[in-house]
């Protein structure tokens, strides 16, 4: 699978989830808030979120958050840039996840590239 159909099918999970549950509504409505643009802009705040998901290791995170910060405008090369600082941050391990935010990024730009 790709990580194209990883991001699909964890949406449509946390879809049906949040419906199934809808006591994390209030929390989704937080996160929608939160990563509303405001003094930082919608890149910058994806990208920030990209480097903490590295530096926590949550693959599920970065899956999600590389393909919204390219939906917001990041380039591969600001990508890498975020990739650096988090393994500063998270180590060994970070820099193990950071490969994995790599090819997820390839992959996504690759996409986007294709749209154009």
């Not at 939160?34 to 920030?48: G, M, N, Q, R, Y």
């Not at 998901?53 to 693959?59: D, F, H, K, S, T």
């Amino acid at each position: 699978m790709t990580y194209r159909g990883e991001l699909e099918k964890l949406s449509s999970t946390l879809m049906e989830l949040v419906s199934k549950a809808p006591e994390l509504q209030g929390f989704v409505k937080y996160i929608q808030e939160a990563e509303s643009p405001a003094v930082l802009d919608a890149k910058t705040k994806e990208l920030i979120s990209l480097g903490i998901a590295i530096a926590v290791r949550c693959e599920p995170c970065i899956i999600w958050h590389t393909d919204a910060a390219l939906k917001a405008g990041a380039s591969l090369n600001e990508i890498l840039d975020v990739i650096k600082v988090a393994v500063c941050m998270g180590g060994g391990p970070a820099l193990m996840y950071a490969s994995k935010a790599y090819i997820i990024a390839k992959e996504f730009a690759s996409e986007k590239q294709g749209t154009l």
